[in-house]
């Protein structure tokens, strides 16, 4: 028998083969920092997005700068209220955690995907394209990862879909 003929390398090529490609779990670690640096940078006002000085932490409001202008006001009864603010951090934290981790992924998604179309919708009328901005890209590869096993690469995807609350709720996954 040659190394080639190996039963452990059969498993191993077959193991590998069900993983997603390796573009995949780039892509949703990549995304995934996306929303945590934005948690990160909206908490603690690093300088970046949001000044010094002007983080959650200091009184500053997250929801102010996306919910108060754009489609007419259509979130300004939301703009600065602290349920909004902390809803918005707390989908952001979750956003970048579970996709960095590779877990929760179903639920990250589908509501990543709502919440960068809502936010999509408040930019109108859009700056530079009339149709697609970054939040819809993003809410597009989200709804892609739906359809993936993406975690299960660079992730904790495999044993969290052996928890099971995953395996009696796969929508978890």
């Not at 952001?92 to 509501?111: D, K, S």
């Not at 859009?126 to 597009?140: G, K, L, Q, R, S």
Request: hydrophobic fraction near 55%.
């Amino acid at each position: 028998m040659t190394v080639k003929d190996s039963p452990t390398l059969s498993v191993v090529r077959a193991r590998t083969a069900a993983l997603p490609p390796r573009s995949v779990a780039v892509v949703r670690i990549v995304l995934g920092w996306v929303f945590l640096w934005a948690f990160l940078d909206k908490t603690f006002g690093l300088g970046f997005n949001t000044p010094a000085g002007q983080g959650w932490i200091d009184g500053g409001s997250p929801t102010a700068e996306f919910f108060s202008g754009g489609a007419g006001g259509m979130y300004s009864g939301a703009s600065g209220m602290a349920w909004a603010d902390w809803l918005f951090m707390a989908a952001q934290a979750g956003l970048g955690l579970g996709l960095m981790l590779g877990v929760c992924l179903r639920p990250a998604a589908i509501g990543g995907a709502v919440l960068m179309l809502a936010l999509w919708a408040s930019m109108f009328p859009f700056e530079t394209n009339p149709v697609v901005d970054p939040h819809f890209v993003y809410a597009m590869v989200m709804i892609a990862l739906i359809f993936t096993d993406a975690g299960a690469r660079w992730g904790l995807g495999r044993a969290w879909q052996r928890v099971p609350l995953v395996r009696r709720f796969p929508i978890l996954r």
